[in-house]
């Protein structure tokens, strides 16, 4: 099980960070993405790592604000959020897939999710 947590009310430009904790199964192995979904709106990638490397990729619109991390030993991975924007309001999900897949901002790539933390960020 994934559990999505650290979202919450923030003014625009103010930062938050999400974690993202796995019960059970350790995360090597998986890579690890954050989607988020506003009302209305299509379910839309964010950022994710890779499983080996920890190498990170990115959503333009959040590229230079947004940093995922991942540590191991705690079968957790983080999502922190700088200058964030109304925008940026959403649901968040974390989601996992064993290895990589090159079309990674495809949610249906992925194999398990979270249950989603709202942010909003208000202008």
């Known amino acids: 099980q994934l559990q999505a947590s650290g979202g919450g009310l923030v003014q625009a430009g103010g930062s938050l960070r999400l974690s993202c904790a796995a019960s059970?199964?350790?995360?090597?192995?998986?890579?690890v993405g954050w989607f988020r979904q506003a009302p209305g709106k299509e379910r839309e990638f964010v950022a994710a790592?890779?499983?080996?490397?920890?190498?990170?990729v990115y959503a333009g619109s959040v590229k230079g604000r947004f940093t995922i991390s991942r540590d191991n030993s705690k079968k957790t991975v983080y999502l922190q959020m700088n200058s964030l924007k109304p925008e940026d309001t959403a649901v968040y999900y974390c989601?996992?897939?064993?290895?990589?897949?090159?079309?990674?901002?495809?949610?249906?790539?992925?194999?398990?999710w979270g249950q989603g933390t709202q942010v909003t960020v208000s202008s």
């Open positions: 989601t996992v897939r064993l290895g990589w897949n090159v079309q990674y901002w495809k949610p249906e790539y992925y194999s398990f």
């Open positions: 059970g199964r350790s995360l090597s192995g998986y890579s």
């Open positions: 790592v890779r499983e080996r490397t920890s190498s990170t």
